[in-house]
């Protein structure tokens, strides 16, 4: 059996060098929790010592084993609410569907992506489309 590697894999690990720990110039703090029930939540935050502009999001991730479910929302200091909603191996081992959803709390502007990959041995496949009010785009 081999491993699969998609697209946004490889690089990960070279990016992960300079975006964990090598903030100068910058104030960095995160924290993670989790209840006796499950729900897990992190805050993340940093400032620039130079400018001085703070940024800093709330996560809240819950999972529904039984069902194969994830519900994760993200609130950050811009007033961007994001909400995930993702089935995983349910349908069919192998098979992740996910809701992927944005709402602009200051404008009301409002999007979502829906997402499908598929995995299986040495073979893997996924595809997005973005659900915005000026029409639908499939991404392959």
């Given amino acids: 059996m081999c491993n699969t590697l998609t697209y946004c894999d490889p690089g990960k690990a070279a ?3 300079f975006n964990k720990g090598y903030g100068f110039g910058m104030v960095k703090i995160d924290l993670k929790t989790k209840s006796y029930s ?11 010592t130079d400018t001085g502009k703070a940024l800093g999001n709330l996560e ?5 084993c039984n069902y ?35 709402f602009v709390l200051n404008t009301g502007k409002k999007s979502g992506k829906l ?5 299986w041995d040495c073979f893997s496949v996924g595809s997005n489309v973005d659900t915005d009010f000026s029409g639908p785009t499939i991404y392959d």
């Fill in 15 to 17: 990016k992960d060098i």
């Fill in 38 to 48: 499950g729900m897990e939540f992190s805050t993340s935050g940093h400032a620039y």
């Fill in 60 to 64: 809240t991730k819950y999972k529904v």
């Fill in 68 to 102: 194969g479910l994830t519900f994760t929302q993200i609130w950050n200091t811009d007033n961007i609410l994001g909400t995930e909603i993702s089935l995983e191996n349910k349908l069919a081992e192998g098979l992740k569907l996910t809701l992927d959803t944005i």
């Fill in 115 to 119: 997402k499908a990959s598929y995995k």
